[in-house]
């Protein structure tokens, strides 16, 4: 028997801390260790980013923890924390061809008949949790009744480092492409979200004082009043109607290491995205207060291009398309696909993505021949239902400019969206 691969973990902890009192109970888990290797070329395929430190240190940090918090405050009921740190995911096409292969019917490491049988289960599995998703985010987007209590809200709070990805188009080649992906927070506690530590909470006992629902409120200073005799700023009605998530994508990054040159050199410089979702908590068909609001910015976003660059990339895009075993067809007529969603009864959805600046510098052999420059692209997209769509792009100047002319500068521009841009 011929193994793939090998997983080893290790300094796995478990805490339990448990309140009878109040209610209030901790959970927490942690692992410290984990590593996949090739069982061909004994080379490690996912290993921490970071050096283990000695076997002396009193405790080793986290690798991965996650911690679940019942009634961990008044505002929420339940509480999620995961965080992680950084691994190197390492990626061959030889690797790459004998794990696809695992899961496919033409398979050499086992019989073809109990591999069509666990694949069709497979696949059923996955339509299963698709048909799952879809329904749920079809409750998600029909708001139909009042927003649910803060004694049921759950917080989440995601701090993960996404693997570094190397891409080797061999195992003799020094040339490989480093996928960086960065650092993902995740919170739906904004009020949170500017401490820096999640797990210490103070909360006040003293009510804050709300004016009765008999005294007289000025309507130039609070023009909006709810049903229960709050008063509500009108710059806090969104707030109150709407839930919001916040994503941060930071210090995302692609590098490139040539053959003749050791060294790490950008494709893609550094970039971060923020993102930004506010879900409707009750139901309303008025346009200006949509179901769901998706909001992307994504402040610059620069290429670096040359010969090397290229070469590298074309190499690794070549070997994984010729190593990559085509997969053989199967016959799913047994799943049930099934409508889950109806496209006369949707929401409104508006989602926008922002992108400020956008540059490209293109050179060859150690000098800039061309750069492009674009600014202000911004695409949105509304949609009242799959046959009603709306989309919008929008580009507020461009640039191409020649950086090997010697006519001066009347002549450096190849291409502008106006004039007088330059």
Known sequence: MSFLTELDFGGVSIEVCLKPR?????????????????????????VPHFKPISSSSPREPFLFRILYEIKPHKRAAHRVTVLTRPMDLTIFPNAWNNISSFFTLNSEFGDSENLEIQYNGYEAMKQKTKDELLEYWNRLLMTRGEPPPASSAWEIHLDIFAPQILVHPNHNSSSYLVIDLGRFQFTNNTAEKKTADYFEESDSDNDEFLTPCSSPVPVDDHPFICSSGNVIEELDIHSKLYKKYLLDIKDVQVLVVGESNSRLLHLIDKFSIHIEVDRR???????????????ATLPDLTFHLNESKVQVVQ???????????????????????RAKINAETWDLVAAEFTIRNMSADLQLRGRSIAELQVTGTKATVTRRSPRDTQFSFVIASLLLVDAMQTFGPDYQLLLASHRHVW
Do not use: M, N
């Open 22 to 46: 109040s209610g209030s109970h901790t959970f927490q888990i942690g692992l410290c260790h984990l590593s996949l290797r090739d069982c061909y070329t004994k080379q490690g395929i996912l």
């Open 315 to 337: 190499a690794v895009i070549c070997a994984f398309a010729s190593s990559h075993a085509p997969l053989q067809p199967v016959e799913l007529s047994f799943l049930q696909r």
């Open 281 to 295: 908590l009750v139901y309303s068909e008025d346009p200006l207060w949509p179901a769901l609001t998706v909001v």
